[in-house]
């Protein structure tokens, strides 16, 4: 009886890992494509173009590239959190426009809009640091809501990463 019980454990730890694998690799591959189409989104909005639903998954067609740089962003952010975890916070601030650039230039490869990110960042992670600081009370309102509150946060944070972008893309390029 025990061994009967010890089997069904060990077959149901092989079959609960594989639905977890199965639903990572779901998530790394939706959420990397969406990622990129809602950066375009926001993009849109922000230029004060029309923004419709079918930009979330207008990049479908280069989806390797999606899921690449984001393997690839988390790659280098990890690599250099084993460093200490200070370098691991300046590299995500580095790579923090990588989508923008993906969803602005998709022709492009991984390390190119990480490069470019890198290049676009430089001198300006701190100020990326004081906006996102400047959320950290909407995010502690947004957790007394039982994160209620996180339908309106999210998105209002998203648009003013945009928003950073689209002034930085505008300052980089004259």
């Known amino acids: 009886l025990n061994s009967d019980i010890g089997a069904f454990l060990a077959g149901s730890a092989i079959y609960i890992m594989l639905a977890a694998m199965v639903i990572a690799a779901i998530h790394l591959f939706l959420g990397s494509v969406v990622g990129v189409g809602y950066s375009r989104f926001n993009l849109e909005l922000i230029d004060h173009n029309d923004a419709g639903f079918e930009h979330l998954f207008k990049y479908f067609p280069w989806w390797a590239n999606a899921v690449c740089t984001r393997l690839l962003k988390g790659l280098y952010v990890f ?42 960042m430089h001198g300006h992670k701190m100020e990326l ?5 400047s959320f950290i009370g909407w995010g502690l309102l947004s957790a007394l809501t039982l994160g209620i509150g996180s339908l309106w946060l999210n998105p209002y944070i998203q648009a003013a990463h945009t928003a950073f972008y689209r002034n930085l893309s505008y300052v980089t390029v004259e």
């Open 79 to 120: 690599l250099w959190s084993l460093l200490l975890v200070i370098p691991g916070i300046v590299a995500s601030y580095s790579y923090a426009m990588t989508e923008y650039i993906l969803a602005e230039h998709p022709e492009m490869n991984a390390n190119e809009c990480i490069t470019m990110s890198k290049e676009i």
């Open 129 to 133: 640091f004081f906006l996102e600081l």
